[in-house]
């Protein structure tokens, strides 16, 4: 019989779908063909069945992208701590619109408003105060023209419920066109609404930080991982609820993190190459508060340094034996 040669990588069969080689998900809806939200029941659920809004996808897939040779263990984690702020870029710039001379003129609270966010590090670091005015104030100008909309359509709703993620398409349609007939009559002009809600943030913000310079995001943006117990057994939460940290990162952006959620897990691992991989968890192996290993692993977690992904030496061994 002739010599029948190895195979090599080259010639293993294989399909790529897509042609990029490349997928990202970040709880963003991955179909737009109908057929194909009828099978995944995507047709029938209110509100985009609460999916995420694309930025965060964009920014892991453009993170992705850029990568000029194969992705390796270190690439996964700089992508996942990414906390560049490209989603809220736009309305930074909106804001230095809106904030133009005339609306400052006899307003020294908005002329300040504007020289903390003009120069801001477009990044949602701790340190960062224009990125807590910048978010601050897309959250206010949203929640108002979802408001006024509902109103305007006699639909009752609570005051405290928030607009869908997928609302941010037609707001800031509704920002950057300004249709009059869509404006409640309170308002001259797009113009006064959104100067109006510099105002409403600023107000806000001065409840919990007077001091607008000393607004970080860092302070709004605070993990706090406690157990079931601690709210019922408030003596024991230094004990049994984890470090109270502030935190870099926010929703729509890749180090998904803010003061009720963010990422329970972050880990990266090839076959045969299980020796480079990190994982990363909020807390240890063990229940109990008193093991070492209660905590082991939150300030990594929290500091985004990585953790082997294999396990270490046995420490400890537990052995049972029937009697």
């Known amino acids: 019989m002739p010599a029948v ?15 990029l080689g490349l997928l990202w998900t970040a709880n963003a809806r991955v179909a737009s063909d ?32 850029a990568l000029t040779r194969p992705a390796t263990h270190a690439d996964m984690l ?21 904030l133009d001379a005339q609306a400052l003129a006899g307003h020294p609270q908005r002329a300040e408003f504007r020289g903390l966010i003009e120069h801001w590090n477009a990044q949602a670091s701790v340190d960062s105060v224009g990125y807590r005015l910048v978010r601050a104030y897309h959250d206010r100008a949203q929640q108002a023209a979802w408001d006024m909309l509902l109103a ?8 405290a419920d928030w607009p869908p993620e997928q609302f941010e398409g037609p707001l800031w349609q509704l920002v ?12 001259a002009d797009w113009p006064e609404f959104l100067r109006a809600q510099v105002d409403a943030t600023i107000a806000e913000l001065a409840v919990r930080c007077p001091q607008l310079a000393h607004c970080t995001w860092g302070a709004r943006n605070t993990v706090r991982i406690r157990h079931p117990l601690s709210r019922a057994l408030p003596r024991l939460s230094r004990l049994i609820d984890m470090p109270t940290l ?16 963010g990422a329970s ?14 994982l990363h968890l909020p807390g240890g192996q063990s229940g109990h508060p008193l ?18 992904f294999l396990p270490g030496p046995a420490e400890h061994t537990l052995t049972m034996t029937p009697d």
């Open 176 to 187: 950057t066109t300004q249709p009059l007939h869509l404006l409640a009559k309170e308002y």
């Open 34 to 65: 109908p057929r194909q939200l009828q099978l995944i029941g995507g047709n029938l659920a209110s509100l985009g069945a609460e999916y995420n809004l694309g930025a965060r996808a964009g920014q892991i897939r453009d993170d992705l992208m």
């Open 246 to 261: 502030e935190l870099p990162g926010d929703r729509n952006m890749p180090r998904v993190q803010d003061d009720i959620q």
């Open 291 to 308: 093991s070492p290993f209660y905590r082991a692993g939150f300030m990594a977690w929290a500091r985004g340094e990585p953790l082997p």
């Open 152 to 159: 305007a359509l006699r639909v009752r709703h609570d005051a």
């Open 265 to 278: 897990e972050r880990f990266a691992v090839s076959p045969g190459r299980e020796s480079e991989g990190y």
């Open 5 to 19: 040669a190895w195979t090599t990588a080259a010639d293993h069969p294989r399909i790529v779908d897509p042609a």
């Open 78 to 98: 700089r992508i996942q701590l990414d906390d560049r702020a490209l989603f809220l870029g736009r309305w930074q710039t909106l804001l230095l619109t809106v």
